[in-house]
């Protein structure tokens, strides 16, 4: 058996969501899901081609990775639940990976990354990354819960950041606007080379759980407390059904 463990990561907190299968740093398969259908009618069916696709069965998988939030509330307990059932039926291990940082790994080597995910009622989850060549991620700041406009002038004082994330491309104008405002050289598109006084964007990944797999398979030879019953979402604020009560 490879020293590497078969990881399969699953990433719902999206609209689209993903799956992907992977041994080190290899993606042995990955697939990418339907923004308009729910997770609930399509998860399953989709870690099922999944596997048929790499021609391997569920029980050669040593590690269940999921992204354990921010992003939509029904996609994460769908997702969650999803991957606590196959790693207590199979006796498995399984780890969450927080959604922001799963996009600033996809961002790669930047001083600072901003990520910034849809949170729905226009508002944005928010958070401040270090990323470095090896792939590890550093958190900086706290997520945070906030209109667009105020995520970008919190960070708004540093110069050299690298912006990422589904909420970035629906919020560029304003990013442009404010980093013209202040000065910085504005950012046009993505894989811009990062200049000292500049804001870039970061392309965004068409596969977030691969970035699930690889921050998960790292974490793994760490083990901690990895069963099931550990893994919880990150909400960072309440539920709609919660706000109305």
Not at 128 to 150: C, I, K, Q, W
Request: glycine content about 8%.
């Amino acid at each position: 058996m490879s020293a590497e463990p078969l990881v399969l990561a699953i990433e719902t907190a999206t609209l689209a969501g993903s799956v992907c299968l992977m041994r080190g740093e290899v993606s042995v398969a990955a697939l990418k899901g339907e923004p308009a259908v729910s997770h609930s009618n399509t998860l399953l069916k989709e870690i099922d081609r999944l596997l048929e696709e790499a021609n391997v069965p569920i029980r050669d998988v040593q590690l269940f990775a999921v992204a354990s939030g921010p992003g939509s509330f029904t996609g994460l307990r769908i997702g969650i639940a999803t991957v606590k059932a196959l790693a207590a039926t199979l006796n498995r291990f399984c780890i969450g990976i927080p959604t922001l940082e799963a996009i600033a790994h996809s961002a790669g080597d930047c001083n600072r990354t901003v990520c910034l995910l849809p949170a729905g009622r226009g508002e944005v989850f928010a958070q401040m990354f270090s990323g470095a060549n090896d792939g590890e991620v550093t958190a900086l700041d706290e997520p945070n819960h906030l209109s667009p406009r105020r995520a970008i002038e919190k960070y708004s004082r540093f110069g050299d950041v690298c912006w990422a994330g589904e909420g970035v491309s629906a919020h560029l104008e304003a990013i442009r606007e404010i980093a013209l405002t202040l000065g910085y050289s504005a950012p046009v598109s993505t894989n811009e080379e990062i200049r000292p006084g500049g804001w870039t964007i970061a392309e965004t990944t068409s596969n977030l759980a691969k970035h699930v797999a690889s921050l998960a398979r790292a974490r793994f030879s760490n083990r901690g407390d990895l069963k099931p019953d550990a893994l919880h979402a990150i909400y960072v604020r309440p539920s709609d059904a919660e706000l109305k009560h």
